[in-house]
C-alpha cells in the first residue's frame, strides 16, 4: 500500500506535467529538421517497442493452477497384516481402548496444554496471517495521507520569478492502486500460502499425535515402575521369611551357616531393586508434569497410588498402507508442502509474463491556506502501467530454483511415505513379539511358582539343600521382573503402533476442500 506521503505527491503530478507542457509549447511553430528527424526516430523505435510487446502479449497465456498431486503407490497390505478385514480400524481416541480413566484424563489435559502444541497453534495463526496477506493482493489497495510542505525555487529556474516563491503548499488525497492478475501469479502464491496453512494444521497434528504417545507410553512406564515394586516387595517378604526359616533350622542344627548367608545375600539382591524401581517412577511423573503442561508437583497426589497395568491387550487396528496417505498428519503436511512448492514454481512462471497495474488519486492541493476547500483545488490522476519482461535471467533463475524446491518436495512426500509404512510395519513386529515374549514369560513365572512351593516342600522335609530352593527363588525373582518389563514393553508397543498409524488425528482437522474454498473466496 503506497505511504500517505505518496498519495498526496501523486496529486502533484498532474498540476507540474501541466506546467511542464504548457511551456514546452511556446515556439513549438520553430521546430527545425533536425527536431523533425528526432521525431522520426522516436516513432520508430516506438513502433519497434510495439511490435514486441504485442508478439509478447499475443504469446502469453495464463499459467493453470497445479493438478492434484500424485500420491506414491504403495503396497496393498502391511507384512505382518494389521487385523482383519472385519476389524475396527484406527480409533482417534485409542488411549481409551486401556480402559484406565487417569490416562484418558492425562491426555486430555496434554492435548489442552502441552507447551508444544501451543507453538504449533501458533504457527498455525502465523500462516493463516500470511495467507490473508497474499488474499489481499487481489484486492484494490487505499490509503489517505495528507501533506503540508514549503520551499523555495531557484529565481533561474524554469518557472523564473514569476512564480510565488517561497511558497507553502498543503494537500490531501485518496490514492487507489490495483493490480489485475490476468496471467495466475498472484492466484498461484494465494495457493502456496493456503497449501502452506494446511502443512501448518498438519503439522500440529502430528505433534498431537506424538503427544498422546508420549504421555500413553510414560504413563505405562510408570505403571510399569509400581507394578514393579509391588512385586519386588512381594519377593523382598518372601525372601526375608526364607531367611528365617533356614536360621531356625541353623539353631535346630538342621541347616548351615553358608545357607544362611546365602539367604541373606538374596534379601539384599531383592532389595536393592527397589531403588532403581522407584527411580523409574518418579522420572516417569516428571515427564508426564512436563507433558500435560504442569509440574511433577501437580500429579503426585494422583498418580501417587500404585494402579496395574491394563488387564489385556487391545484389539490391533485394521488397516492397509494406503490410508496412512490420509490418516497421518505427517504424510499430509509433506503433501500440502508439495503443493505450495508447485504453486510457488506456477507463480515463478507466471513472472515471465506481462503484468498490469492501475491506480487513481484524488484530492486537494493548494498554496494557499484560505482555497484549500474550495472546488478549484481540486486534483486528480488517473494511471495505468504495464511491464513485459524481455530479458530476464533473474526470473529464469527463480524458476529454475522453485522447480528444483518442487522436486525435493515431491522426493520428500515419497520417502516420508514409505518411512510411515516402515513405522507401521516395525512396530506391529514389535507387538508381535512383545506379545510372544509377554506369553512366554508368563508361562516361566507359572513354573516358577510352582516350583518355588515345591522346593520349600522338599526343604522343609529335609529332601534337598537350600541351594535348590535358593536357585528357583532367584528363578522367580529374575523372570517376575522380566516379565512385568515384558508387559510393559507390549502395552508400549500398542501405543506406538496407533501413532504409526496416525491414531489420535482427526482428518477433519486437514480439510483440503475447505481450505481451497477459503483461498479461493
Known amino acids: ?52 510487446l504485442g508478439g509478447v502479449l499475443g504469446g502469453c497465456a495464463a499459467v493453470p493452477a497445479p493438478s492434484q498431486a500424485a500420491r506414491p503407490e504403495l503396497p496393498e497390505a502391511f507384512a505382518p497384516p494389521l487385523g482383519s478385514s472385519s476389524g475396527n480400524g484406527v480409533s482417534q481416541s485409542w488411549w481409551s481402548q486401556l480402559q484406565d480413566p487417569q490416562l484418558d484424563a492425562l491426555v486430555a489435559r496434554a492435548l489442552a496444554a502441552n507447551r508444544d502444541l501451543q507453538v504449533a497453534t501458533a504457527r498455525i495463526a502465523e500462516a493463516r496471517a500470511l495467507a490473508a ?15 503540508l510542505t514549503r520551499d523555495r525555487q531557484s529565481v533561474n529556474g524554469r518557472f523564473g520569478p514569476l512564480a510565488p516563491n517561497p511558497v507553502n503548499e498543503r494537500g490531501f488525497g485518496l490514492d487507489a492502486a490495483w493490480e489485475p ?15 502452506e496453512v494446511q502443512a501448518t494444521a498438519a503439522r500440529r ?28 516387595r512381594e519377593l523382598l517378604d518372601a525372601a526375608r521369611a526364607a531367611e528365617g526359616l533356614v536360621a531356625a533350622r541353623e539353631q535346630a542344627g538342621l541347616a548351615s551357616a553358608l545357607d544362611r548367608l546365602r539367604a ?50 487391545p484389539p490391533i487396528p485394521a488397516a492397509v498402507p494406503a490410508e496412512l496417505l490420509d490418516r497421518r498428519p505427517d504424510l499430509l503436511a509433506a ?43 481540486a486534483a486528480w490522476n488517473l494511471s495505468a502501467a504495464l511491464r513485459a519482461p524481455l530479458y530476464a535471467p533473474e526470473l529464469d533463475a527463480a524458476i529454475d530454483a ?25 512396530a506391529a513386529v514389535r507387538l508381535h513379539r512383545a506379545r510372544e515374549h509377554e506369553s512366554q514369560l508368563g508361562a516361566a513365572l507359572a513354573a516358577d511358582v510352582e516350583a518355588l512351593r515345591l522346593a520349600r516342600i ?51 482437522d486437514w480439510d483440503p476442500a475447505a481450505a481451497d474454498a477459503a483461498g479461493g473466496g
Open 1 to 52: 500500500m503506497a505511504s500517505p506521503r505518496a498519495a498526496t505527491n501523486r496529486l502533484r503530478t498532474p498540476l507540474r506535467r501541466g506546467a511542464g507542457i504548457a511551456s514546452a509549447t511556446v515556439g513549438a511553430g520553430d521546430a527545425t529538421p533536425s527536431r523533425r528527424a528526432t521525431r522520426h526516430r522516436t516513432a520508430a523505435w516506438t513502433g519497434i517497442l510495439a511490435a514486441a
Open 133 to 147: 496477506a497474499a488474499d489481499s493482493r487481489v484486492r484494490p489497495q487505499l490509503s489517505l495521507g495528507g501533506h
Open 181 to 195: 492478475d490476468p496471467f495466475g501469479a498472484i492466484a498461484r502464491r494465494r495457493d502456496a500460502a493456503h497449501a
Open 205 to 232: 497434528g502430528a505433534v498431537a499425535v506424538g503427544v498422546a504417545g508420549e504421555v500413553a507410553t510414560t504413563y505405562i512406564e510408570l505403571r510399569a515402575a509400581q507394578m514393579l515394586q509391588a512385586t519386588l
Open 264 to 313: 541373606a545375600e538374596q534379601v539384599s539382591l531383592t532389595a536393592a531393586a527397589l531403588p532403581l524401581a522407584r527411580q523409574r517412577e518418579e522420572t516417569a511423573v516428571r515427564r508426564l508434569g512436563v507433558l500435560v503442561g504442569g509440574h511433577a508437583q501437580s500429579l503426585l497426589a494422583s498418580l501417587g497410588a500404585p494402579a496395574p497395568l491394563p488387564p489385556a491387550l
Open 335 to 377: 503433501e500440502s508442502r508439495w503443493r505450495a512448492a508447485r504453486a510457488r514454481l506456477a507463480a515463478a512462471e507466471a513472472d515471465r509474463l506481462p503484468r498490469f497495474s492501475l491506480g487513481g488519486a484524488l484530492g486537494l492541493l493548494s498554496i494557499s491556506q484560505g482555497k484549500v476547500f474550495d472546488a478549484s483545488s
Open 402 to 426: 522453485e522447480r528444483a524446491r518442487a522436486e525435493r518436495a515431491a522426493v520428500a512426500y515419497e520417502a516420508a511415505a514409505f518411512r510411515a509404512m516402515l513405522d507401521v510395519e516395525e
Open 458 to 508: 522338599r526343604y522343609e522335609r529335609g529332601l534337598t539343600d537350600f541351594l535348590a530352593v535358593l536357585d528357583v527363588v532367584r528363578s522367580r525373582a529374575q523372570v517376575e521382573q522380566q516379565w512385568v518389563d515384558a508387559r510393559a514393553r507390549m502395552f508400549i508397543a500398542f501405543v506406538a503402533l496407533n501413532e504409526a498409524l496416525g491414531g489420535g488425528f482427526d482428518p477433519a
